[in-house]
């Protein structure tokens, strides 16, 4: 089967559940080399329980599955990172964690906002406001981030916060919009603004 080291915990190795898109981690399970060879069998996390002492497949009753995106060993192959696209709450008692944290995606939905972009910069489905900015070409998306700063100077001086918030997520929308359609992603501005960080 697999290249796990199981023997630390008496045949049975750590898997930590992360979702892919928030990067939350949502719990905590333990396979032995059966769980983990069914949950690569299915692509559903599948553990091994220790209370009812057989492989319990999360989800199995309340059909909140965990459908894996991708699994990770860590450097002594006795830990397992899994992450997933979660069906419905992961914990039992109702929560979106095992811990009590809501399961929301944070400042991650930029890298998912950018990633839909992308897709639209390459596909250009008809109907798209997106689609439509990028056939305007680069002059009208520069434009547009410069009517969005403005909007937002505006709100920030003499508007409501709420107002302020609605036009700062235009700007950085139109922003994206626009560093999209010169080859780059956001992740180039937190690079830079990382190189220019200091404590």
């Known amino acids: 089967m697999s290249e796990l ?7 049975l190795i750590p898997a930590i559940i992360q979702d892919d898109a928030t990067k939350n981690v949502l719990m905590l ?8 060879s069914k949950t690569l069998e299915t692509g559903k996390v599948t553990f091994f329980s220790r209370t009812k002492n057989r492989l319990w497949t999360k989800g199995e009753e309340s059909g909140n599955f965990l ?8 450097c002594d192959h ?11 709450p ?31 910069h390459d596909e250009m489905p008809e109907g798209s406001y997106t689609t439509s900015l990028f056939k305007k070409g680069i002059n009208r998306m520069a434009q547009k981030v410069g009517e969005e700063a403005v909007e937002t100077v505006i709100e920030a001086t003499n508007g ?11 700007l950085i929308y139109h922003l994206i919009v626009l560093l999209t359609s010169k080859g780059l992603r956001i992740e180039h501005l937190a690079a830079e603004l990382q190189k220019r960080h200091k404590e």
């Open 5 to 11: 080291n199981y023997n630390k915990l008496g045949g």
């Open 29 to 36: 399970g333990f396979m032995n080399d059966e769980a983990y």
């Open 67 to 74: 459908n894996v995106i991708s699994i990770e060993e860590d």
């Open 90 to 120: 992961v914990c039992h008692k109702g929560t979106d964690t095992c811990f009590g944290t809501p399961n929301i995606m944070g400042i991650e939905f930029l890298r998912y906002l950018q990633d839909f972009i992308d897709r639209r």
């Open 78 to 88: 006795d830990t397992l990172l899994i992450k997933v696209k979660p069906v419905g």
């Open 160 to 170: 409501t916060i709420d107002g302020l918030v609605y036009e700062a997520s235009d």
